[in-house]
């Protein structure tokens, strides 16, 4: 597996594959690698000839209130995970590297980056596609891999690309959860003892709020409510929303139909955890899981 | 020579001469071609083995009461130009090939965008920075010309490919200038022939800006206005600015040293003029005319 720190030695590696007649299949992580990033790597692995993998803790991505340099740096053991997964490169820039001046320029994002974290973590969704912009400049990946967990940043980086006509495939892994439904998160590594156990009650509550839709609820409004007060039932420290939105493009609903996103932040201590739920309900009113994006 | 009209035809015509190991050069345009496009076209032949010349009068680079309307468009004589140019490609596409939906994704430009035509036609660079990354996106041009006559559009256009790390090198034409000395533009089909006649004090008034700087005056101030003067006494119909500014990162200045940018921009009857000279002044004082970007 080749290590580049440098945008020139990612470059020649990527220009040496596709020389050789490969496709280059990519997933941008920002490390502490779990088994969410693992489903990535593996379906970017079956996408493309040769896989390249970024860890990068995007400044730009925070606010000035964020977690920044709390975020786990884990290096070393993202490195081993890589290799151990069938990664062909791993391309770890330092800040300085990806932004050696003040960065001025901006991919300012559309329409799907106004709800949700849109609303709550002003400017975030703006350092994602600048970054993920500059990464695939670089990369010139010609499929790459995103994580439903942040189904609002995969649904904003597919609006970049087909406004943009960026040449690439953009796929979505599944959510990995661990056994007690937590969706995997590099956050999760910052939870007490404490906060691990009262985090699982997110899961608990989008569940809760599936059923009462199977249930027949079409009301939204009444759907995330009952979600909030579940999770406030449950000792999350706060609720930052929970909304119910049409896919794909993240727009509000009157009623329940089609296919809708079940989207919640909370914090458990000083910890910020997000999760949801995609699910296509029929005419009839049968509800069942449906993946974020259909294959193009 | 092909001729692309959509974004797929265009896309397999580049891939095509990129699995046959050519390199793409590319001349980005809103036709109405001339000898300043000529010249951008001669350099990239040279810079690349495959040329590809694009004809589109982006929308959203014109303002709401700007001359998006009555741009010239005359499509025939400027893919017989091509023709005879040696281009082995022209994309000429439409709106909605290249806008299907309404754009919400934009590409903001940096500080460069900010002084000059930045602070009297809004938005206008933000529309230039989206358009040329898209067509960048689509066309994926190992290089691409760009003419000196838009000095502030190149250097942005190059923050922008700094910044977000675009692939592509960049190289700019010295301006074409009519036999009276009038910088070729598309716009001067629409001049009559007294605003034609005119039009001309454009040039001579830059030239006598820097017959002033050559004179030892260094104040920006003075020489900027002793240039509006003689604009407005050769019977342009409004000043719309004249600015001294450093080169290459179009900043102001308080006094004349090193590489600036002396530019202006003019209206003749109901057609806008922009035109502008780059010079190096020495340590000692001599004055030279300069490229706007220094070979890489």
Redesign the interface.
């Known amino acids: 597996m080749e290590r580049c720190s440098t945008?020139l030695d990612i470059?020649r590696f990527v220009s040496g594959q596709k020389r050789a007649g490969k496709t280059v299949a990519f997933v941008p992580t920002m490390g502490a690698l779990h088994a969410g990033h693992r489903s990535c790597i593996d379906i970017a692995r079956k996408a493309g000839d040769c896989l390249v993998v970024s860890i990068f803790v995007n400044p730009t991505q925070f606010g000035p209130n964020e977690d920044v340099d709390s975020y786990p740096r884990v290096i070393d053991e993202d490195l081993a995970r890589c290799r151990e997964w069938g990664c062909d490169a791993v391309f770890s820039p330092s800040v300085p590297e990806m932004y050696p001046?003040s960065?001025?320029?901006?991919?300012?994002?559309?329409?799907a980056a106004e709800p949700l974290c849109g609303r709550t973590r002003e400017g975030h969704f703006r350092g994602v596609?600048?970054v993920v912009?500059?990464l695939f400049?670089?990369v010139?990946p010609d499929v790459a891999v995103f994580g439903q967990k942040d189904a609002q940043q995969a649904t904003v980086i597919r609006?970049?690309v087909?406004?943009?006509?960026?040449?690439v495939r953009l796929l979505v892994s599944p959510i990995v959860r661990e056994e007690d439904g937590l969706a995997f998160s590099s956050r999760n590594r910052r939870l007490t003892r404490d906060e691990r156990r009262r985090a699982v009650a997110l899961h608990h509550a989008l569940g809760h709020g599936l059923e009462i839709l199977s249930g027949g609820e079409i009301n939204p409004r009444k759907i995330c409510e009952a979600v909030i007060k579940r999770l406030n039932d449950d000792g999350v420290d706060r609720v930052e929303y929970v909304e119910l939105l049409r896919v794909p493009d993240l727009t509000g609903i009157e009623r329940v139909e089609g296919k809708v996103l079940l989207a919640a932040a909370v914090h458990v201590g000083s910890v910020r955890l997000i999760d949801n739920r995609v699910v296509q309900i029929t005419a009839d009113g049968h509800v069942s899981e449906a993946p974020l994006f259909d294959v193009d």
Do not use: A, D, F, H
């Not at 960065?103 to 329409?111: A, I, L, N």
């Not at 087909?162 to 040449?167: K, V």
């Open positions: 945008i470059r001046e960065q001025t320029v901006w991919v300012e994002p559309g329409r596609t600048t912009g500059k400049s670089v010139e609006e970049m087909r406004q943009l006509n960026l040449p």
